[in-house]
């Protein structure tokens, strides 16, 4: 990875590829590299050596302003800081991606993205006046609205009380499953890296192991 102080080898000799429609978590112990692979698959951070594909776009050539619109049209994320914008609704604060993107039908898109996520009657309201867990619904609700063919999810339940992280995380699968996205998680809650089709452990920048869950053994016996 580049920074402004030069390269900065965070990951290190990672082959990996997550194929279309796979849910797989990453997971690793702190500092291991999982959220520098997760913003480095979507194009966030510009890998120094190697090769970066997204959506059959090998990211290398790619300038900043080429890779932000294939993250525009291909990427959904979520962070574990909602990162919604203060002094917008939870409707403009979904439809500001489809507006940047010169979608016509964004506030109409925008609402039935909320009303998916349950949030109908919390459209006009701002961040401030909804809890952790209407917050990060809103960010599911953004991430998914313009059909993204791979989301991003980092450490998404991390400000969550369990029972409230469970609702946006079941929320979260059900909605990638039914769009036919790509997740990867980032995590370090073995039991939800166990709902995944994939564990992907990171170790000091390297791959130290990669298996199928019973779930995802499951589903490809489907």
Known sequence: MASD??????????????AAGEIAAVVGPS??????LMMVAGGLERATSGRVELAGRDL??????????????????????????????ALEN?????????????????????????????????????????????????????GPRLLLADEPTGNLD??????????????????GATLILVTHDMTLAERCDRIVHIADGLVVDDRRTAAGLALAAQ
């Open 31 to 36: 500092g291991a590299g999982k959220s520098s």
């Open 94 to 146: 979904v439809a500001l991606p489809l507006e940047f993107a010169g979608r016509t039908n964004a506030f109409e898109t925008a609402q039935a993205a909320l009303e998916r996520v349950g949030l109908a009657p919390r459209v006009g309201h701002y961040p401030a006046q909804l809890s952790g867990g209407e917050q990060q619904r809103v960010a599911v609700a953004r991430a998914f609205v313009g």
């Open 60 to 89: 290398g050539p790619l300038d900043d302003d080429a890779r932000a619109r294939l993250r525009r049209d291909h990427v959904g994320i979520v962070f574990q800081g909602f990162h919604l914008i203060p002094t917008m609704t």
């Open 162 to 179: 369990g029972a409230t992280g469970k609702q946006v995380m079941d929320l979260l699968f059900d909605m990638a499953r039914g769009n």
């Open 5 to 18: 102080a030069g390269p900065v080898n965070i990951l290190r000799g990672i082959t990996l590829a997550i």
